[in-house]
Protein backbone atom coordinates (compact mmCIF):
# COMPACT_ATOMS: atom_id res chain seq x y z
CA UNK A 1 0.00 0.00 0.00
CA UNK A 2 2.91 2.20 0.90
CA UNK A 3 4.73 1.38 -2.74
CA UNK A 4 1.22 2.32 -4.56
CA UNK A 5 0.79 5.29 -2.53
CA UNK A 6 4.29 6.53 -3.51
CA UNK A 7 3.52 5.65 -7.46
CA UNK A 8 0.62 7.63 -7.36
CA UNK A 9 2.51 10.81 -5.53
CA UNK A 10 5.38 10.21 -8.40
CA UNK A 11 2.64 10.16 -10.97
CA UNK A 12 0.47 13.22 -9.77
CA UNK A 13 3.84 15.14 -10.02
CA UNK A 14 5.01 14.17 -13.26
CA UNK A 15 1.70 15.20 -14.51
CA UNK A 16 1.36 18.13 -13.07
CA UNK A 17 4.45 19.09 -14.66
CA UNK A 18 2.98 17.78 -18.18
CA UNK A 19 0.62 20.36 -17.52
CA UNK A 20 3.42 23.25 -17.65
CA UNK A 21 4.34 21.85 -20.58
CA UNK A 22 1.14 21.92 -22.21
CA UNK A 23 1.18 25.57 -21.49
CA UNK A 24 4.80 26.40 -22.92
CA UNK A 25 3.85 24.09 -26.40
CA UNK A 26 0.78 26.07 -26.46
CA UNK A 27 -0.98 22.51 -26.45
CA UNK A 28 -4.61 21.64 -26.00
CA UNK A 29 -6.02 18.76 -24.28
CA UNK A 30 -8.43 16.67 -27.21
CA UNK A 31 -11.67 15.21 -25.78
CA UNK A 32 -13.00 12.95 -27.87
CA UNK A 33 -16.80 12.65 -28.95
CA UNK A 34 -17.82 9.50 -30.34
CA UNK A 35 -21.05 8.72 -29.27
CA UNK A 36 -22.66 12.17 -30.94
CA UNK A 37 -20.41 11.75 -34.12
CA UNK A 38 -23.69 11.66 -36.74
CA UNK A 39 -24.48 14.95 -35.06
CA UNK A 40 -21.41 16.11 -36.24
CA UNK A 41 -20.96 15.40 -39.22
CA UNK A 42 -22.19 17.27 -42.08
CA UNK A 43 -24.28 15.51 -44.66
CA UNK A 44 -23.64 14.45 -47.96
CA UNK A 45 -27.03 15.43 -48.76
CA UNK A 46 -27.46 11.57 -49.68
CA UNK A 47 -28.78 9.28 -46.61
CA UNK A 48 -27.38 6.07 -47.83
CA UNK A 49 -23.59 7.37 -48.37
CA UNK A 50 -23.60 9.03 -44.87
CA UNK A 51 -25.00 5.60 -42.98
CA UNK A 52 -21.84 3.59 -44.70
CA UNK A 53 -19.65 6.91 -43.51
CA UNK A 54 -20.69 6.57 -40.19
CA UNK A 55 -22.94 10.36 -40.18
CA UNK A 56 -21.27 12.08 -42.97
CA UNK A 57 -18.39 14.64 -43.15
CA UNK A 58 -16.48 14.65 -40.28
CA UNK A 59 -15.17 18.28 -38.87
CA UNK A 60 -11.31 18.53 -38.51
CA UNK A 61 -10.98 15.37 -41.72
CA UNK A 62 -9.68 15.60 -44.67
CA UNK A 63 -11.48 13.29 -47.41
CA UNK A 64 -10.50 12.07 -50.50
CA UNK A 65 -12.97 11.36 -53.32
CA UNK A 66 -12.18 9.42 -56.52
CA UNK A 67 -13.23 7.96 -59.84
CA UNK A 68 -13.93 8.31 -63.65
CA UNK A 69 -15.19 11.25 -65.17
CA UNK A 70 -19.01 10.79 -65.80
CA UNK A 71 -19.54 9.36 -61.91
CA UNK A 72 -20.79 11.85 -59.87
CA UNK A 73 -17.43 13.70 -57.69
CA UNK A 74 -18.56 17.25 -58.40
CA UNK A 75 -22.13 16.41 -58.13
CA UNK A 76 -21.47 15.03 -54.31
CA UNK A 77 -19.00 18.03 -53.18
CA UNK A 78 -21.17 20.56 -54.27
CA UNK A 79 -24.20 18.46 -52.56
CA UNK A 80 -21.57 18.67 -49.31
CA UNK A 81 -21.30 22.34 -49.41
CA UNK A 82 -25.13 22.85 -49.74
CA UNK A 83 -25.66 21.56 -46.59
CA UNK A 84 -23.16 23.39 -44.99
CA UNK A 85 -24.48 26.42 -46.65
CA UNK A 86 -28.11 25.09 -44.99
CA UNK A 87 -26.41 24.96 -41.52
CA UNK A 88 -24.71 28.79 -42.21
CA UNK A 89 -21.37 27.71 -42.12
CA UNK A 90 -19.16 28.44 -44.65
CA UNK A 91 -18.05 26.33 -47.22
CA UNK A 92 -14.90 27.02 -49.73
CA UNK A 93 -14.88 25.66 -53.52
CA UNK A 94 -11.70 25.96 -55.08
CA UNK A 95 -12.49 25.29 -58.96
CA UNK A 96 -9.33 24.03 -59.88
CA UNK A 97 -10.80 22.62 -63.54
CA UNK A 98 -12.82 26.30 -64.33
CA UNK A 99 -15.83 23.88 -65.36
CA UNK A 100 -17.95 25.58 -62.71
CA UNK A 101 -21.69 27.14 -64.41
CA UNK A 102 -24.10 28.71 -62.42
CA UNK A 103 -26.92 26.48 -63.91
CA UNK A 104 -24.56 23.81 -62.43
CA UNK A 105 -24.73 25.36 -59.19
CA UNK A 106 -28.42 26.26 -59.14
CA UNK A 107 -29.31 22.27 -59.45
CA UNK A 108 -27.03 21.55 -56.68
CA UNK A 109 -29.25 24.07 -54.49
CA UNK A 110 -26.71 26.71 -54.86
CA UNK A 111 -28.05 29.74 -55.88
CA UNK A 112 -25.04 31.65 -56.74
CA UNK A 113 -26.54 34.81 -57.68
CA UNK A 114 -27.67 35.15 -54.20
CA UNK A 115 -24.01 35.15 -53.40
CA UNK A 116 -21.05 37.58 -53.50
CA UNK A 117 -20.21 39.32 -57.01
CA UNK A 118 -24.14 39.87 -58.10
CA UNK A 119 -24.43 43.03 -60.38
CA UNK A 120 -27.50 45.28 -61.40
CA UNK A 121 -28.40 45.95 -64.74
CA UNK A 122 -26.45 48.89 -64.68
CA UNK A 123 -23.39 46.84 -64.08
CA UNK A 124 -23.24 48.06 -60.02
CA UNK A 125 -22.22 45.92 -57.45
CA UNK A 126 -24.87 44.52 -55.06
CA UNK A 127 -24.40 43.72 -51.53
CA UNK A 128 -24.22 40.19 -50.38
CA UNK A 129 -27.25 38.43 -49.48
CA UNK A 130 -25.61 35.41 -48.20
CA UNK A 131 -21.56 34.85 -47.13
CA UNK A 132 -21.73 31.00 -46.76
CA UNK A 133 -20.05 29.94 -50.19
CA UNK A 134 -16.80 31.32 -51.62
CA UNK A 135 -15.90 30.13 -55.42
CA UNK A 136 -12.05 30.45 -56.60
CA UNK A 137 -10.62 29.54 -59.49
CA UNK A 138 -7.20 28.98 -58.34
CA UNK A 139 -3.98 28.51 -60.82
CA UNK A 140 -1.56 26.78 -58.60
CA UNK A 141 -1.39 24.35 -55.81
CA UNK A 142 0.80 26.51 -53.78
CA UNK A 143 -2.24 29.74 -54.06
CA UNK A 144 -4.68 27.36 -52.90
CA UNK A 145 -2.87 26.19 -49.81
CA UNK A 146 -1.19 29.48 -49.02
CA UNK A 147 -4.94 30.75 -49.25
CA UNK A 148 -5.77 28.09 -46.74
CA UNK A 149 -2.53 28.95 -44.39
CA UNK A 150 -3.72 32.54 -43.70
CA UNK A 151 -7.60 31.79 -43.46
CA UNK A 152 -7.10 28.45 -40.86
CA UNK A 153 -4.14 30.85 -38.70
CA UNK A 154 -7.31 33.45 -38.65
CA UNK A 155 -10.04 30.76 -37.19
CA UNK A 156 -9.94 30.42 -33.63
CA UNK A 157 -8.59 27.55 -31.87
CA UNK A 158 -11.12 24.36 -31.93
CA UNK A 159 -9.75 21.50 -31.31
CA UNK A 160 -13.05 20.07 -29.97
CA UNK A 161 -15.21 20.79 -33.09
CA UNK A 162 -19.11 20.12 -32.56
CA UNK A 163 -19.10 20.93 -36.48
CA UNK A 164 -16.86 21.40 -39.08
CA UNK A 165 -17.10 25.87 -38.91
CA UNK A 166 -15.60 25.95 -42.56
CA UNK A 167 -15.17 23.17 -45.54
CA UNK A 168 -12.58 23.49 -47.79
CA UNK A 169 -13.02 21.66 -51.47
CA UNK A 170 -10.27 21.49 -54.09
CA UNK A 171 -11.91 20.01 -57.31
CA UNK A 172 -9.40 18.17 -58.31
CA UNK A 173 -6.46 18.03 -56.74
CA UNK A 174 -4.71 16.63 -60.13
CA UNK A 175 -5.55 19.68 -61.61
CA UNK A 176 -3.35 22.08 -60.08
CA UNK A 177 -0.16 22.54 -61.19
CA UNK A 178 3.04 23.69 -58.76
CA UNK A 179 4.58 27.33 -59.41
CA UNK A 180 7.67 25.69 -60.80
CA UNK A 181 5.89 24.96 -63.56
CA UNK A 182 3.89 27.69 -63.77
CA UNK A 183 7.02 29.33 -64.41
CA UNK A 184 8.91 27.24 -66.19
CA UNK A 185 7.28 23.99 -68.51
CA UNK A 186 11.12 22.71 -68.09
CA UNK A 187 11.06 22.60 -64.70
CA UNK A 188 8.98 19.81 -64.67
CA UNK A 189 10.18 16.56 -62.85
CA UNK A 190 8.41 13.43 -62.46
CA UNK A 191 6.43 13.03 -59.33
CA UNK A 192 5.82 16.83 -59.03
CA UNK A 193 2.52 16.35 -57.78
CA UNK A 194 3.73 14.19 -55.35
CA UNK A 195 6.34 16.29 -54.00
CA UNK A 196 3.95 19.43 -53.69
CA UNK A 197 1.41 17.74 -51.52
CA UNK A 198 4.13 15.96 -49.18
CA UNK A 199 5.32 19.12 -48.34
CA UNK A 200 1.70 21.06 -47.91
CA UNK A 201 -0.34 18.41 -46.89
CA UNK A 202 0.93 17.79 -43.03
CA UNK A 203 1.02 21.60 -42.78
CA UNK A 204 -2.39 21.65 -43.51
CA UNK A 205 -3.48 18.68 -42.18
CA UNK A 206 -2.13 20.32 -38.52
CA UNK A 207 -3.83 23.42 -39.07
CA UNK A 208 -7.18 21.84 -40.01
CA UNK A 209 -6.95 20.44 -36.76
CA UNK A 210 -6.18 23.41 -34.82
CA UNK A 211 -9.67 25.19 -36.04
CA UNK A 212 -11.60 22.34 -36.29
CA UNK A 213 -11.98 22.71 -40.21
CA UNK A 214 -12.34 20.20 -42.84
CA UNK A 215 -10.64 19.96 -46.32
CA UNK A 216 -12.64 17.50 -49.31
CA UNK A 217 -10.44 16.90 -52.50
CA UNK A 218 -11.47 14.84 -55.67
CA UNK A 219 -9.30 12.80 -57.67
CA UNK A 220 -9.43 11.24 -61.42
CA UNK A 221 -8.46 8.06 -61.78
CA UNK A 222 -5.58 7.34 -64.81
CA UNK A 223 -4.42 3.94 -66.33
CA UNK A 224 -0.53 3.26 -66.52
CA UNK A 225 0.47 3.46 -69.69
CA UNK A 226 1.57 -0.48 -71.04
CA UNK A 227 0.82 -2.45 -67.93
CA UNK A 228 0.06 -5.68 -68.95
CA UNK A 229 -0.28 -7.58 -65.65
CA UNK A 230 -3.04 -6.56 -62.67
CA UNK A 231 -4.99 -3.48 -62.45
CA UNK A 232 -3.76 -0.25 -64.34
CA UNK A 233 -5.68 1.90 -62.36
CA UNK A 234 -4.07 4.40 -60.60
CA UNK A 235 -5.13 7.64 -58.44
CA UNK A 236 -2.04 10.46 -59.48
CA UNK A 237 -1.08 13.05 -57.24
CA UNK A 238 1.49 10.95 -54.68
CA UNK A 239 0.34 8.62 -51.82
CA UNK A 240 0.32 11.58 -49.30
CA UNK A 241 -3.15 12.14 -50.47
CA UNK A 242 -4.03 8.65 -49.04
CA UNK A 243 -2.13 8.57 -46.27
CA UNK A 244 -3.49 12.03 -44.88
CA UNK A 245 -7.28 10.93 -45.37
CA UNK A 246 -9.40 9.78 -43.31
CA UNK A 247 -12.22 9.03 -45.56
CA UNK A 248 -11.14 8.14 -48.64
CA UNK A 249 -14.29 7.30 -51.30
CA UNK A 250 -14.23 5.19 -54.73
CA UNK A 251 -16.62 6.31 -57.28
CA UNK A 252 -17.39 3.90 -59.89
CA UNK A 253 -20.46 3.64 -62.51
CA UNK A 254 -21.92 0.15 -62.18
CA UNK A 255 -25.40 -1.08 -61.30
CA UNK A 256 -26.53 -1.67 -57.73
CA UNK A 257 -26.81 -4.90 -56.02
CA UNK A 258 -27.69 -5.53 -52.74
CA UNK A 259 -27.11 -8.72 -50.93
CA UNK A 260 -25.97 -10.05 -53.93
CA UNK A 261 -29.24 -9.88 -55.45
CA UNK A 262 -30.73 -7.34 -58.39
CA UNK A 263 -32.05 -4.24 -56.45
CA UNK A 264 -35.42 -3.76 -56.75
CA UNK A 265 -35.30 -0.24 -58.65
CA UNK A 266 -33.75 -2.11 -61.59
CA UNK A 267 -35.79 -5.50 -61.27
CA UNK A 268 -38.62 -5.89 -63.73
CA UNK A 269 -40.92 -8.18 -61.24
CA UNK A 270 -41.01 -4.87 -59.35
CA UNK A 271 -40.57 -2.47 -61.76
CA UNK A 272 -41.70 -3.49 -64.52
CA UNK A 273 -41.53 -0.18 -66.25
CA UNK A 274 -37.73 0.49 -65.89
CA UNK A 275 -35.82 -0.38 -69.26
CA UNK A 276 -32.16 -0.39 -69.49
CA UNK A 277 -30.34 1.58 -71.92
CA UNK A 278 -26.65 1.44 -73.54
CA UNK A 279 -23.43 2.59 -71.38
CA UNK A 280 -25.54 1.96 -68.47
CA UNK A 281 -28.23 4.73 -68.58
CA UNK A 282 -31.58 3.84 -67.44
CA UNK A 283 -34.75 4.99 -68.42
CA UNK A 284 -38.12 5.38 -66.04
CA UNK A 285 -41.41 6.98 -66.48
CA UNK A 286 -41.89 10.44 -64.97
CA UNK A 287 -45.11 10.40 -62.95
CA UNK A 288 -46.67 14.01 -61.77
CA UNK A 289 -48.14 14.56 -58.58
CA UNK A 290 -51.33 12.86 -59.31
CA UNK A 291 -49.23 9.59 -60.29
CA UNK A 292 -50.06 10.03 -64.23
CA UNK A 293 -46.90 9.20 -66.68
CA UNK A 294 -46.13 12.77 -68.22
CA UNK A 295 -42.63 11.59 -69.99
CA UNK A 296 -39.32 9.71 -68.97
CA UNK A 297 -36.19 10.07 -66.75
CA UNK A 298 -32.99 9.08 -67.65
CA UNK A 299 -30.49 7.79 -64.74
CA UNK A 300 -27.30 6.32 -64.14
CA UNK A 301 -25.98 4.49 -60.87
CA UNK A 302 -22.64 5.01 -59.54
CA UNK A 303 -21.46 2.64 -56.84
CA UNK A 304 -19.88 4.08 -53.83
CA UNK A 305 -17.35 2.31 -52.19
CA UNK A 306 -15.08 3.33 -48.60
CA UNK A 307 -12.13 2.41 -49.60
CA UNK A 308 -10.50 3.67 -45.98
CA UNK A 309 -12.76 4.71 -42.85
CA UNK A 310 -10.85 5.74 -39.85
CA UNK A 311 -14.29 7.28 -37.74
CA UNK A 312 -16.40 3.96 -38.80
CA UNK A 313 -16.35 0.60 -40.26
CA UNK A 314 -13.96 0.92 -43.92
CA UNK A 315 -14.84 -1.25 -47.22
CA UNK A 316 -18.62 -0.79 -46.87
CA UNK A 317 -20.54 0.39 -50.83
CA UNK A 318 -24.02 1.69 -51.19
CA UNK A 319 -25.03 3.30 -54.69
CA UNK A 320 -25.75 6.58 -55.68
CA UNK A 321 -28.59 7.41 -58.61
CA UNK A 322 -27.77 10.51 -60.70
CA UNK A 323 -30.20 11.99 -62.64
CA UNK A 324 -29.34 14.02 -65.53
CA UNK A 325 -32.44 13.83 -67.52
CA UNK A 326 -36.13 15.05 -65.92
CA UNK A 327 -39.00 14.73 -68.30
CA UNK A 328 -37.10 16.03 -71.27
CA UNK A 329 -35.43 19.41 -68.92
CA UNK A 330 -31.85 19.43 -67.16
CA UNK A 331 -32.30 16.86 -64.40
CA UNK A 332 -31.50 17.70 -60.79
CA UNK A 333 -28.23 15.56 -59.55
CA UNK A 334 -28.85 12.84 -57.00
CA UNK A 335 -32.11 11.48 -56.96
CA UNK A 336 -34.02 11.36 -53.43
CA UNK A 337 -36.30 9.02 -54.14
CA UNK A 338 -34.03 6.13 -54.82
CA UNK A 339 -31.95 7.74 -51.57
CA UNK A 340 -35.04 7.13 -49.53
CA UNK A 341 -36.03 3.92 -50.86
CA UNK A 342 -33.01 2.35 -50.65
CA UNK A 343 -31.97 3.60 -47.23
CA UNK A 344 -35.52 2.42 -45.49
CA UNK A 345 -34.27 -0.93 -47.62
CA UNK A 346 -31.17 -1.61 -46.24
CA UNK A 347 -32.43 -0.75 -42.56
CA UNK A 348 -35.23 -3.73 -43.06
CA UNK A 349 -38.07 -0.99 -42.95
CA UNK A 350 -39.22 -1.56 -46.47
CA UNK A 351 -39.67 -5.50 -47.66
CA UNK A 352 -41.28 -6.80 -50.64
CA UNK A 353 -44.84 -7.43 -50.50
CA UNK A 354 -45.82 -11.00 -49.01
CA UNK A 355 -48.89 -12.81 -49.71
CA UNK A 356 -51.63 -13.24 -47.18
CA UNK A 357 -54.45 -15.86 -47.09
CA UNK A 358 -57.36 -13.24 -48.24
CA UNK A 359 -54.86 -12.44 -51.27
CA UNK A 360 -53.48 -13.40 -54.42
CA UNK A 361 -50.08 -13.52 -55.84
CA UNK A 362 -51.07 -10.58 -58.69
CA UNK A 363 -52.15 -8.83 -56.20
CA UNK A 364 -49.00 -7.81 -54.11
CA UNK A 365 -47.21 -8.25 -57.14
CA UNK A 366 -44.81 -4.62 -57.74
CA UNK A 367 -45.68 -3.94 -53.98
CA UNK A 368 -43.41 -3.00 -50.98
CA UNK A 369 -43.99 -3.43 -47.19
CA UNK A 370 -43.57 -0.78 -44.80
CA UNK A 371 -41.86 -2.68 -41.61
CA UNK A 372 -42.19 -1.33 -38.25
CA UNK A 373 -39.54 -2.60 -35.19
CA UNK A 374 -39.26 -1.44 -31.69
CA UNK A 375 -37.16 1.32 -32.56
CA UNK A 376 -38.95 2.72 -35.04
CA UNK A 377 -41.92 3.25 -37.05
CA UNK A 378 -41.94 4.68 -40.37
CA UNK A 379 -46.16 4.52 -41.14
CA UNK A 380 -46.40 6.28 -37.62
CA UNK A 381 -43.93 8.74 -37.93
CA UNK A 382 -44.34 10.21 -41.47
CA UNK A 383 -47.44 8.57 -42.49
CA UNK A 384 -45.66 6.24 -45.24
CA UNK A 385 -48.07 4.12 -47.17
CA UNK A 386 -48.23 0.54 -45.28
CA UNK A 387 -48.20 -0.89 -48.98
CA UNK A 388 -47.04 0.96 -52.26
CA UNK A 389 -46.29 0.40 -55.67
CA UNK A 390 -43.16 2.09 -57.03
CA UNK A 391 -45.06 4.64 -58.60
CA UNK A 392 -47.13 5.65 -55.14
CA UNK A 393 -43.73 5.94 -52.99
CA UNK A 394 -42.37 8.27 -55.99
CA UNK A 395 -45.08 10.69 -55.65
CA UNK A 396 -45.16 10.40 -52.20
CA UNK A 397 -41.24 11.64 -51.74
CA UNK A 398 -41.50 14.38 -53.99
CA UNK A 399 -44.57 15.65 -51.66
CA UNK A 400 -42.62 15.58 -48.59
CA UNK A 401 -40.85 18.44 -47.40
CA UNK A 402 -37.29 18.12 -45.61
CA UNK A 403 -37.93 14.05 -45.59
CA UNK A 404 -34.02 13.78 -46.14
CA UNK A 405 -32.85 16.17 -42.83
CA UNK A 406 -36.06 14.33 -41.10
CA UNK A 407 -34.61 10.96 -41.77
CA UNK A 408 -30.97 11.79 -41.06
CA UNK A 409 -32.02 13.56 -37.84
CA UNK A 410 -34.33 10.30 -36.80
CA UNK A 411 -32.40 7.76 -37.50
CA UNK A 412 -28.70 8.62 -38.01
CA UNK A 413 -28.11 11.14 -35.42
CA UNK A 414 -30.31 9.34 -32.75
CA UNK A 415 -28.45 6.11 -33.53
CA UNK A 416 -30.80 4.25 -34.62
CA UNK A 417 -28.80 3.37 -37.78
CA UNK A 418 -25.74 2.37 -35.73
CA UNK A 419 -27.44 0.14 -33.68
CA UNK A 420 -25.91 -3.11 -32.54
Not at 54 to 59: A, M, S, V
Not at 206 to 217: F, H, P, Q, V
Not at 277 to 287: M, N, Q, R
Request: neutral net charge.
Amino acid sequence: MVALADHSAGVTVIWAGAIGAEKAAALSPVMLRRESFAGTATSTGSLCIDYKMGGGIPPARIVGIAGPEGTGKSILVTNILNEQGKAQRVGVYFDAEGSTDPLFLAARGINFENYRGRRNRAGELLPKQKDFFHLYQPRTGEEVMGFMDVSLKALPENRNPTDASVIFVIDSVIALISDLLAEDVEKNGMAMHGRMYSKILPVINSLLTRAGASLIYTNQIRLRPGQAFGNPEYEPGGEALKFFSSIRLRLKRTQPKLDDDKHPFIEEAYNPQVKPKAEGVWIEPHYDDDGRITGEDRYVYTAVTTEKNKTYTPFQTTWMRIQFDENGSTGHGLDTVYDVFTFFYELKYIRYAVKTGDEKASDVKGCFDVVADEHYDPVKDLGIPKRFTYPEFKVWVRKQVGLVDKLRERLLVSGIAFRD
